[in-house]
């Protein structure tokens, strides 16, 4: 591993060589990052996190107890995984057939937050900023903002980048404010309003 003077690893977790871990990145017990894996900076790792051969993750990720990042799924900053939130990375897995090295492509957007027990079927993308409810299965591609429950999950709404739910109004108490256009949720820069 490099850099292993910048970062903080629990002795009982494992951390391959040739596997890069940003500056302030905690990885706490039971914990293993597999060879050719990226983290970015200030990350936190709970207990019992496993991140796959050549797995991106961004800075400022919080991945929560029990989780693995398999490989072909990158995080990008700023993404918030729920405890046991699960990936997967092959569309028709058997074992009596394996398949290696051909992986589904998931991509977790900055900002983007899934619950707890949340499932990400591969070869989706989950947009910036996005919400999964606690237990929630994404089937299909997510909207940015998008608030979604359900198995399979749907839409049921919108939230801001701060995580609050939008009303009607599509204008936050923290100030931010957006616009809903073609179906899509854009921010209305602070300089329009």
């Known amino acids: 591993m490099d850099n292993k003077n910048d970062c903080f690893v629990h002795p009982s977790s494992y951390v391959d060589e040739g596997a890069t871990v940003g500056k302030g990145t ?22 019992n996190v496993n991140i796959a051969n050549n797995v991106k993750v ?13 490989e072909g799924v990158e995080l ?26 051909v992986y589904a492509k998931t991509l977790i957007k900055e900002g983007a937050s899934l619950g707890a027990n949340s499932t ?27 608030l979604m429950a359900g198995v399979p999950a749907r839409r049921i709404g919108w939230v801001c980048e701060c995580g609050a739910r939008l009303d009607a109004s599509l204008a936050c108490s923290c100030g ?18």
């Open 26 to 47: 905690k990885i706490w017990h039971f914990s293993h990052i597999q060879k050719g894996a990226v983290i970015g900076e200030n990350c936190s790792l709970g207990q």
């Open 120 to 146: 990400v079927v591969c070869g989706h993308t989950v947009g910036r900023s996005a919400l999964i409810a606690a237990g929630a299965v994404v089937t299909k591609d997510v909207q940015d903002y998008a």
């Open 58 to 70: 961004g800075n400022g990720v919080r991945i929560q107890n029990n989780v693995s990042v398999y």
């Open 76 to 101: 990008e900053d700023n993404v918030f995984c729920g405890p046991s939130c699960v990936f997967t990375n092959v569309v028709t897995p058997r074992a009596y057939f394996p398949v290696h090295g």
């Open 176 to 193: 931010r404010k957006y616009k809903e256009e073609n179906g899509n949720l854009l921010a209305v820069p602070s300089a329009d309003f």
